[in-house]
DNA sequence: GTGAAAGCGCTAACAA
DNA sequence: TTGTTAGCGCTTTCAC
């Protein structure tokens, strides 16, 4: 059996009360008691039980994190960021992945609820009404997280995926390319923040008086692109595109590893961007140009949001946009 | 105010046992008072304060897990094999990154002492005393990780590092290579795994009637190793070397890069290979030949051996050796 | 400055 | 089958 309160009050000789509060320091103590207790808690190895404490203080000090994949890079830096804050403020993490089940959302968000959680964040891939209405429900502080899909209404921290395009775009421009093949996702497409990237693709090709060229295919991942190397190739040649703006780095990694299978030289012979910067894309070679997006910040500045809130400290409930990054690498040249 | 059992007990109009013998199915209720328990749970949407459960039943069903970087890829998939099994069991995990500090994970080993966890893992990069010490002597179940450092003693779930080297080995004697290059850290080299490997390695050299040729750098990571990517090819060169076998893929990959960009060829010129398998090891062109470590694995018969601990289905303390594989792909050919 | 006592929400004897 | 009650370990009035 642990040592207890209890052990230390009667060893230092004073009430359970007085130990209680020398080690809240909530209330002045006796030089003596103090000494007395201190003394106690040394020889006794005495470690507060935190469950005890947080059934009456109502106060968990943790924060519920429901990823969809832990094992996901993206993620594991949201995570980092998240955890990193967190412990600053004293706050521990408790987390669970879904892989991309609605209903294992679900299952977190009541469990992190019995677990009296203080905050929870959720940084989802998919798009389901029932967790949404679930979360507006909660009387619990929920940041909403989904680097896919567009859903208003939600505490979150958003991304200029807009001004991401207008900067890629403004620079492949500037490095000479018009021929511009935009390489998207079929998924949801009217659902997710690819809307608006298409968008502002399709400006800027209207701008150089150019008809855009859109690509879409079913898979986020680079094997499956890869597969369908070949269609885009066609694609490519058929519209004489001199560069690829690959709406996902998955995507334009899958696409350089056909293009250097079939003995196709980028940037050589073709540019190549991507969006995300997942971390292969500084290692590759060549090493890709692409969007970096500040997974680490979203998720610091997730948690800074909900500690904030939970203290009072700020009751406003604006959505917060993080800046994004051209990083400009080798995988595009000018033409 | 959130809903408690005592506001379900009075709505079904029986005492708050009742309620709790529903909720947990410990005791026969009778038909009548289960059914009017139900629907109150149902209307107040009550869930039970797992708090408060955890303060009289000293089960937290949670698993407290400490890692150098969440952020790393390797690590990431260890949480992932935790995670997994741990909810198969009804487990939550509480996660800290202690970025290589001792005191940190300290820290974490007294903050989730408090918190009741049933279990600890702690997947560390470092070696610390104080830290086996205090493990040692808690009174919780603990899985020691260190994929670098080998701490004789403590309960945790092993590699079998050498019989990887042998693979490798007769691999790349299989290709016809002789002259083979080992490249390692220099850090700590009696301390940690690397010791067995070299071992390894000369052994074999030795059955070829070759000298070992060995070079060690002080860094682990791709950009460091790129930086010294000119000794190393002197090395090479002054020892006609046909085929470098890294200690760590983040070397294998830093060396390919500098090769790369001076233009020599892999494999047509020099076989590299890894050890590893690295995220990027797959995608990388050409991809790595190298060790694939089971990451995931070795996370998910972590948590299983300490909840078969605590739940007593075994209390046999041996060390779990896990499999290793080697990974055949394009940075080595034959000769 | 200190201690007694109530109570956080729940489980588990115990008695009925 | 059910209710009463005693805690789990702690914080926090309240009275002294």
Redesign the pocket.
């Known amino acids: ?9 009667k060893m230092a ?12 320091d ?9 000494r007395r207790v201190l003394n106690a808690v040394e020889v006794l190895g ?13 106060k968990s000090n943790l924060i519920g994190v429901i990823v969809d994949d832990i094992g996901n890079y993206y993620v594991s830096q949201i995570v980092r960021g998240i955890e990193e804050v967190g412990r600053m403020y004293n706050y521990d993490i408790i987390i669970g992945s879904s892989y991309g089940s609605a209903e294992t959302e679900m299952k977190f968000l009541q469990l992190f609820k ?1 677990k009296q959680v203080e905050g929870i964040i959720l940084a989802s891939e998919i798009l389901n009404k029932d967790v949404i209405k679930y979360i507006e429900d909660l009387k619990i502080e929920v940041v909403y997280l989904n680097r896919y899909y567009d859903v208003p209404g939600l505490s979150t921290v958003y991304l200029d995926n807009e001004k991401a395009v207008e900067m890629m775009m403004e620079y492949l421009i500037e490095l000479g390319h018009r021929d511009i093949l935009y390489l998207t996702q079929e998924k949801d497409t009217d659902l997710t923040v690819e809307k608006y990237k298409i968008e502002m693709y399709k400006q800027y090709m209207n701008n150089i008086n150019k008809e855009p060229v859109i690509y879409k295919i079913d898979t986020d991942e680079i094997e499956g692109t890869y597969n369908v190397g070949g269609d885009i190739l066609k694609v490519i040649k058929d519209n004489n595109i001199s560069a690829v703006f690959c709406c996902q780095d998955e995507l334009a990694i899958g696409l350089m590893n056909y293009l250097s299978d079939i003995g196709i030289k980028v940037p050589d012979e073709i540019s190549i961007s991507g969006y995300g910067d997942v971390s292969v894309s500084s290692i590759y070679r060549p090493s890709l140009t692409t969007i970096k997006e500040p997974y680490y910040d979203i998720g610091a500045v997730s948690i800074r949001k909900i500690l904030k809130t939970i203290n009072k400290e700020d009751s406003s409930n604006e959505d917060i946009q993080l800046p994004i990054r051209l990083m400009k690498r080798y995988s595009t040249q000018k033409i």
Chains 1, 2 share one sequence.
């Not at 005495?46 to 109502?58: D, F, G, Q």
């Open positions: 059996m642990a040592v207890t309160i209890k052990d230390v009050a000789e004073v009430s359970i009360s007085t130990v209680s509060r020398v080690i809240n909530s209330k002045p103590v006796s030089p003596d008691a103090r005495y470690e507060p039980n935190e469950i005890a404490r947080s059934l009456v203080t109502r019995t």
